[in-house]
Nanobody
């Protein structure tokens, strides 16, 4: 398994951009698909985006499609989430996780959750 640490969150105005990073330790990073999830106050954690082991395929929640881009650098053992055109409803704690199953959207198939990074979008 891998250990994950997110960074890059912060406060940004609506319409702005942020790039989140998730750094992994462990030798098997490139063996896992990776995903980003988020949890807003008072809401359940939800899927945001995921990427296959090679980075050749990506998947997005409808709410972020066209605004967010997930990518990875296996040499650096890091996965990124570029967030553009941010909206107040994107405010949440963002988590990255490794996929140990086969469903690219399902939280139950993800593990090794990081501690999360707070993203706050002001209107």
């Amino acid at each position: 398994q891998v250990q994950l640490v997110e960074s890059g969150g912060g406060l940004v105005q609506a319409g702005g951009s942020l790039r989140l990073s998730c750094a992994a330790s462990g030798r098997l990073f490139s063996s896992y698909a990776m995903g980003w999830f988020r949890q807003a106050p008072g809401k359940e954690r939800e899927f945001v985006a995921s990427i296959t082991r090679s980075g050749g395929s990506t998947y997005y929640a409808d709410s972020v499609k066209g605004r967010f881009t997930i990518s990875r650098d296996n040499a650096k053992k890091t996965v990124y989430l570029q967030m553009n055109s941010l909206k107040p409803e994107d405010t949440a704690v963002y988590y990255c996780a490794a996929n140990y199953g086969s469903r690219w959207w399902a939280q139950a198939d993800f593990g090794s959750w990081g501690q999360g990074t707070q993203v706050t979008v002001s209107s």
